[in-house]
């Protein structure tokens, strides 16, 4: 097995059971406007083909390979808890953020 998909698989199986739950949460979209990019823009700066992009801003996740996640969140600046996170991780990320503003 190569290296980096283990280390990079490993990362993702820890989130399996949250991707499955968080997959309509997908804020891929919202990173990628973050970003400033169109979805062919990010297809193309990732090298993921565009109707990847397209799908997994639609929440279809689950065929998603390890690598063309983090070839997308490098590509964002981000990182793959980033691109899979829901409201949960969303809300606690913005108490968080309030905390250290006051």
């Not at 990362?11 to 399996?16: A, E, G, M, T």
């Not at 997959?23 to 169109?38: F, I």
């Not at 390979?65 to 990182?79: F, I, M, P, V």
Request: proline share 2%.
């Amino acid at each position: 097995m190569d290296p980096f998909d283990g280390a990079v698989g490993e990362i993702l199986h820890r989130r399996k059971e949250s991707i499955k739950k968080e997959a309509d949460e997908m804020s891929m979209k919202e990173e990628r406007t973050r970003a400033g990019l169109s979805q062919s823009a990010l297809s193309r700066a990732s090298g993921v083909p565009l109707r990847t992009v397209q799908h997994w801003e639609r929440g279809n996740v689950m065929a998603a390979s390890a690598r063309s996640l983090l070839k997308a969140a490098n590509a964002l600046g981000c990182t793959l808890d980033d691109l899979v996170r829901g409201e949960e991780d969303a809300g606690l990320a913005s108490e968080t953020k309030g905390e250290s503003d006051g």
